[in-house]
């Protein structure tokens, strides 16, 4: 159960995770669960669609390895490194209701070009991605390299990425290209850091601490095509940028 404990509190489902500990549901069957197999379970509507919307933007061979990367990771513990880092979390804005309208097929390009051009802005910052959930991407500023203004390289790499989305939303079919928009969050604080773990799909990395999962809050309470950040990084950036 803790790859699917972990996964659920990955896409923000943490409550439901006693029921599915008592129906001893695990990733290998999750997809194959119904509508109403949710509702016995008791989800209600709204965590019914976020599920389903996890469910079709994560392919199964990717969810077989989300499990394997945390399995990694347990054998692999924290180094007991302190680090302060920046982590920026982007996310596309309606994605169900996009997967709703559209063949998962027409969504594959497109979601294809966010990922390359988000994974191009972090680069360009010397950041990390430390992974994609779906149409969400992690990436760290501070960890595994360390530069003084990693919170400012954060906030660039955010504006890249809305600098890029045009480009992307131009290049695919207008009808989806038209709906295609983000919204980001960014997050400073300090972190017990571990090693890197390659996976078949992904490098996962360790970190213990608030600010990945506050960049992950904030994501969700920005506005479409903007940038929400944390206290701790506009003390940082306040001499650096208009807020």
Known sequence: MGSLRRWLETVGLTAHIPAFEKAAIELDILADLSDEDLKELGLPLGDRRRLNKALATMPPREMDAF?????????HPLRGEHRQISTLYCDLVR?????????????????????????????????????????????????????????????????????????????????????????????????????????????????LGSAPCFAYRLQGLAEPGSILISDATHRLTKRRFAF
């Open 67 to 75: 499990g394997t990367a945390f399995d990694l990771m347990q054998r």
């Open 95 to 207: 994605w169900m209701t996009l997967a709703a309208d559209n063949d998962l097929e027409d969504l594959r390009e497109p979601l294809r070009r966010c990922r390359e051009a988000w994974k191009t802005a972090v680069a360009k910052f010397d950041g990390f991605v430390a992974g994609f959930a779906g149409d969400g991407m992690i990436a760290h500023f501070g960890h595994p390299q360390t530069h003084e203004d990693d919170a400012e390289r954060a906030i660039y790499a955010g504006l890249a990425i809305l600098d890029a989305m045009p480009a992307v939303r131009t290049a695919c079919p207008s009808d989806i290209g038209q709906r295609l928009s983000v919204r980001i969050g960014i997050a400073t604080g300090r972190v017990l850091v571990g090693d890197i773990v390659k996976t078949s799909f992904s490098e996962e990395i360790g970190v």
